[in-house]
C-alpha cells in the first residue's frame, strides 16, 4: 500500500516551507526513520526522516519549490499514484523502474526546475544517468549561452528567507541606531559576546521597552531574557536563541554560545533552538568595520551590534593610553522605544562592560541628546 508522505506541521506556527534538498531519489529503497529530505522554514533547514520503510515510487514536490503544510511531497511504496488518483499541482517525474507514459523523459524534479530556468527542452536529449535518466550535468550542458553580463541564480533557501525577512523588517519597523565607544580593557575578548549577553539582559531588566513586541494597537512587554546571536553560516545569516541570559553564570552563556554557532554552522539546529528571542545581538569580530547599523530583527523592538574593536590612543586620567576599543550600537524600533532610553540601555550595557576596566558608571560618557 502507498504511503503519502504530507509536510508536517513543524511549530511555532509556521504554515509553509522549502524543499531545500531530497535525501532520497525515485527507485530508491528507504529504511523507516532514514533521512528522508530537508525542509527550509522562516527559522532553519531540518532534517525530515522516512515515516515508512519502502521504495520511493513518486516525488512530487521540486527542489527550491515552496509548499503549504499538508501538501503531499512525496509516496513510499506501491505504484507512486498521486493522491486520489489525480495529478498534483507539482509536476512530477515518471518512476525511475521504467518509461513514463507517452515517452516521457526520465529526471527528477530538480532537473526539470533547472531545464525550465535555463530554457533546455528535455525531450531531444539522452540522459547520461542511470536508465537514460537526464542529469543536472546534461541539462547545463545543452543550456544556451548566457545573454548579457553574468549569470542569474533564482534566491532559495537561507538567502530567500533573509531577503523576506530583512525586506519585511525595513518596510514595517521605523528604525534609528544610536552608537557609542566602550573601552573592552576590563573583559576577556575570547568571551565578548557571552559577556554582552549578560551585560544585555541586565540592562533590559531597566529598559523593558527593549524587551518587547510591537502589537497592532499595543505594546507586549517580555519578562524573560531568551537573546538571539546572530551567527555567519555558509548558507548565510541564523540566529539561535541563547535562553535566560539574566540568571545564568558567564560560564553557562559562553558554553551555550559555543554550542550553539558550532550548530549553527553544522546546520545542526533544532527548530526549538531558533525560536522566541526576545532581543538579538550580533558581532563579525574582526570584520565588523568601525561601526554597524544593525537591522531589528523582526517582531523584535531593539538589536545591538558589536563593532571592531582594536588598540585606540584614548585619554585616561590625563594621560594618552592604548586601549582596546570598539563601538556598541543599538538599532530600535522607534514606535516603541524613545531616543532617551534607547541611549540609558546603551549607556547601561557599555558600563558593565567598562567596570571590568576601572571605567564603570562613573567614567565620563556623552550625555544622550533631547
Known amino acids: 500500500m502507498a504511503y503519502e508522505f504530507k509536510l508536517p506541521d513543524l511549530g511555532e506556527g509556521l504554515t509553509e516551507g522549502e524543499i531545500a534538498r531530497w535525501l532520497v531519489s525515485e527507485g530508491q529503497d528507504v529504511a523507516e526513520d532514514a533521512p528522508l529530505v530537508e525542509i527550509q522554514t522562516d527559522k532553519t533547514t531540518v532534517e525530515i526522516p522516512s515515516p ?29 499514484a498521486a493522491p486520489g488518483g ?75 528567507l533573509i531577503a523576506e525577512h530583512m525586506s519585511r523588517a525595513h518596510a514595517e519597523v521605523p528604525p534609528v541606531t544610536w552608537v557609542e565607544e566602550c573601552d573592552f580593557g576590563g573583559i576577556d575578548l575570547k568571551l565578548v559576546v557571552p559577556t554582552t549577553l549578560k551585560a544585555v539582559a541586565e540592562a533590559l531588566r531597566e529598559v523593558p521597552e527593549l524587551n518587547a513586541r510591537f502589537d497592532g494597537d499595543g505594546i507586549v512587554y517580555l519578562d524573560r531574557y531568551d537573546l538571539g546571536v546572530a551567527v555567519e553560516t555558509d548558507q548565510g545569516l541564523v540566529v539561535p536563541v541563547v535562553r535566560d541570559c539574566d540568571s545564568r553564570s558567564l560560564e553557562e552563556l559562553a558554553e551555550d554560545v559555543a554550542r550553539l554557532a558550532q550548530s549553527a554552522r553544522e546546520h545542526a539546529l533544532r527548530p526549538e533552538e531558533l ?58 524600533d522607534h514606535r516603541v522605544v524613545d531616543g532617551a532610553r534607547a541611549a540609558e540601555f546603551g549607556l547601561a550595557v557599555i558600563s558593565r562592560l567598562e567596570a571590568g576596566a576601572g571605567t564603570g558608571p562613573g567614567s565620563p560618557q556623552t550625555p544622550p541628546g533631547p
Not at 520503510?53 to 505504484?79: F, K, M, N, Q, S
Request: charge should be neutral.
Open 52 to 80: 515508512a520503510a519502502g521504495r520511493v515510487a513518486r516525488i512530487l514536490v521540486a527542489e527550491g519549490e515552496t509548499v503549504p503544510v499538508g501538501t503531499v511531497l512525496v509516496v513510499i511504496g506501491e505504484d507512486g
Open 86 to 160: 489525480e495529478e498534483q499541482s507539482h509536476e512530477a517525474p515518471s518512476k525511475a523502474a521504467a518509461p513514463a507514459p507517452g515517452g516521457r523523459v526520465r529526471a527528477t524534479p530538480l532537473v526539470r526546475s533547472l531545464a525550465k530556468e535555463l530554457g533546455v527542452d528535455l525531450d531531444p536529449l539522452q540522459g547520461s544517468g542511470p536508465g537514460g535518466r537526464v542529469t543536472e550535468e546534461d541539462v547545463r550542458a545543452a543550456a544556451p549561452p548566457t545573454v548579457g553580463e553574468g549569470r542569474r541564480e533564482p534566491l532559495r533557501g537561507v538567502r530567500k
Open 275 to 332: 525560536r522566541g528571542s526576545t532581543f538579538t545581538v550580533t558581532s563579525a569580530g574582526k570584520l565588523g568595520g568601525l561601526l554597524t547599523t544593525p537591522i531589528v530583527n523582526h517582531p523584535e523592538v531593539g538589536i545591538l551590534s558589536i563593532g571592531r574593536i582594536g588598540e585606540r590612543a584614548v585619554v585616561r586620567d590625563g594621560e594618552i593610553v592604548a586601549r582596546p576599543v570598539g563601538t556598541i550600537a543599538v538599532t530600535f
